[in-house]
T-cell receptor
Framework: AQSVTQLGSHVSVSEGALVLLRCNYS??????LFWYVQYPNQGLQLLLK??????LVKGINGFEAEFKKSETSFHLTKPSAHMSDAAEYFC?????????????FGQGTILTVHP | DTAVSQTPKYLVTQMGNDKSIKCEQN?????MYWYKQDSKKFLKIMFS???????INETVPNRFSPKSPDKAHLNLHINSLELGDSAVYFC?????????????FGPGTRLTVT
């Protein structure tokens, strides 16, 4: 079974500050890992994905994440927060073809950006 | 040129009624999914279809019946609606690609049962 834990249901930063959203996973097989963003009343948009290639993954809107197998982590970062980054962020894990890509999601982290 | 679309976007109905939600994707994907997002924003998979065949059924009550008439469509029919069915239902589709099944989500259907 796979699971994802997102530490911190709410993160608040000032505009221009570093954004760090934490994600730890559990998987019995090499995982595929994803970060999705959900803006209010909208669907989920893929920010970035780890697919066993490079451990440092760059995504859209200036976000990146680093896969650390020893720490079973896949934390999301952005050097400088923008007001438009305010949204809810979900980390998800999949074992790929074994379960046809079924995603197991974390609980979500709401990011608030203050001016 | 919407990739994954769902209808309706909002659905308000009374307990005991039967309702359907429709999903269509124009990405040419083989695999489609239904996810439920509850009031605490927790997302959980309900069903998955691959080439019109059911491949994942995550212990969802049998009042929920998905149907895939073709690869591009996956509908969700719910019988005897209960208050606890109130949630946002997301459809998604994916292509195996290099094995990781990158999923594309629809805009969601907000179901409110009164």
């Amino acid at each position: 079974a796979q699971s994802v834990t997102q530490l911190g249901s709410h993160v608040s930063v000032s505009e221009g500050a570093l954004v760090l959203l934490r994600c730890n996973y559990s998987s019995s097989v090499p995982p595929y890992l994803f970060w999705y963003v959900q803006y209010p009343n909208q669907g989920l948009q893929l920010l970035l994905k780890y697919t066993s290639a490079a451990t440092l993954v760059k995504g859209i809107n200036g976000f990146e994440a680093e896969f650390k197998k020893s720490e079973t982590s896949f934390h999301l970062t952005k050097p400088s927060a923008h007001m438009s980054d305010a949204a809810e962020y979900f980390c998800a894990v999949s074992d790929g073809g074994t379960s046809y890509g079924k995603l197991t999601f974390g609980q979500g982290t709401i990011l608030t950006v203050h001016p | 040129d919407t990739a994954v679309s769902q209808t309706p976007k909002y659905l308000v109905t009374q307990m005991g009624n039967d309702k359907s939600i429709k999903c269509e994707q124009n990405l040419g994907h083989d695999t489609m999914y239904w996810y439920k997002q509850d009031s605490k924003k927790f997302l959980k998979i309900m069903f998955s279809y691959n080439n019109k065949e059911l491949i994942i059924n995550e212990t969802v009550p049998n009042r929920f019946s998905p149907k895939s008439p073709d690869k591009a469509h996956l509908n969700l029919h719910i019988n005897s609606l209960e208050l606890g069915d109130s949630a946002v239902y997301f459809c998604a589709s994916s292509f195996p690609g290099q094995g990781y099944y990158e999923q594309y989500f629809g805009p969601g259907t907000r179901l409110t049962v009164t």
